[in-house]
T-cell receptor, first 114, second 110 residues
C-alpha cells in the first residue's frame, strides 16, 4: 500500500515568508507525527496527533510553528515568518493507534530559507 | 546527559562480519525501542523494534534489550556493503513521540 506522502519534496523561500508543509499518512493510521532533522543534528520531535485528542505540541520550537490535522487524516505544518535556522528536513510519520506502535516516515520536505 | 546516546562512529567492518551497534537511554520507564536505518539524503526506514528484555531476530538483524542496564543494541550478521548507512536508535518516552539518538554511521568494506 501507499506510504506516508509529503509535499513539497523541496521548498526554497526567503526569510520572513510563511511556508506550509503537507503530510498524508498511511491509510488507517490514526497517529501522525512531525519531526525535523537539521544538518548534523538528530531527529527532533515537533508535534503529535492521535485521533481526536488534543495534539501534543511540546516539541514546537516557537509560536511561529503550528500544525493542524483535518478530518483525522492530512496534516499541515505551518511556519510563519521563517528564519534561516528553520532550514531543515521536515519529516512526517504515522502509526496505528495505541502505545508503542512503530512509526513509518515519509520522504520529508527539505526546507531552505535564504 | 542526553536521553538517548549512541556512538557516532564511523563504525567500519569488513563484508561478511558482524556489526554491533549500541544505544543507551536515560528514561527507565521507556517501554519500546526502535532501530531505523537512514541512507544519505533519505528518510529513516524502520528495521527493528523490541519491547521485551532479551533478543529479537529478523533475518540478519538481531535486536537486544536489557532494561535493567538501559541498553539496546542491534547486531547485523553477514554485513553487506548495502548495509552502509546511519543507524538511528529511538525510544518511545511513553507519550508516543520518539526520542532519537544522534545515529551511528556504519561502513561495510568489500
Amino acid at each position: 500500500g501507499a506510504g506516508v506522502s509529503q509535499s513539497p519534496s523541496n521548498k526554497v523561500t526567503e526569510k520572513g515568508k510563511d511556508v506550509e508543509l503537507r503530510c498524508d499518512p498511511i491509510s488507517g493510521h490514526t497517529a501522525l507525527y512531525w519531526y525535523r532533522q537539521s544538518l548534523g543534528q538528530g531527529l527532533e520531535f515537533l508535534i503529535y496527533f492521535q485521533g481526536n485528542s488534543a495534539p501534543d505540541k511540546s516539541g514546537l520550537p516557537s509560536d511561529r510553528f503550528s500544525a493542524e490535522r483535518t478530518g483525522g487524516s492530512v496534516s499541515t505544518l505551518t511556519i510563519q515568518r521563517t528564519q534561516q535556522e528553520d532550514s531543515a528536513v521536515y519529516l512526517c510519520a504515522s502509526s496505528l493507534a495505541g502505545n508503542n506502535q512503530p512509526q513509518h516516515f515519509g520522504d520529508g520536505t527539505r526546507l531552505s530559507i535564504l | 546527559q542526553k536521553e538517548v546516546e549512541q556512538n557516532s562512529g564511523p563504525l567500519s567492518v569488513p563484508e561478511g562480519a558482524i556489526a554491533s551497534l549500541n544505544c543507551t537511554y536515560s528514561d527507565r520507564g521507556s517501554q519500546s525501542f526502535f532501530w531505523y536505518r537512514q541512507y544519505s539524503g533519505k528518510s529513516p526506514e524502520l528495521i527493528m523494534f523490541i519491547y521485551s528484555n532479551g533478543d529479537k531476530e529478523d533475518g540478519r538483524f538481531t535486536a537486544q534489550l536489557n532494561k535493567a542496564s538501559q541498553y539496546v543494541s542491534l547486531l547485523i550478521r553477514d554485513s553487506q556493503p548495502s548495509d552502509s548507512a546511519t543507524y538511528l536508535c529511538a525510544v518511545d518516552n511513553q507519550g508516543g513521540k520518539l526520542i532519537f539518538g544522534q545515529g551511528t554511521e556504519l561502513s561495510v568494506k568489500p
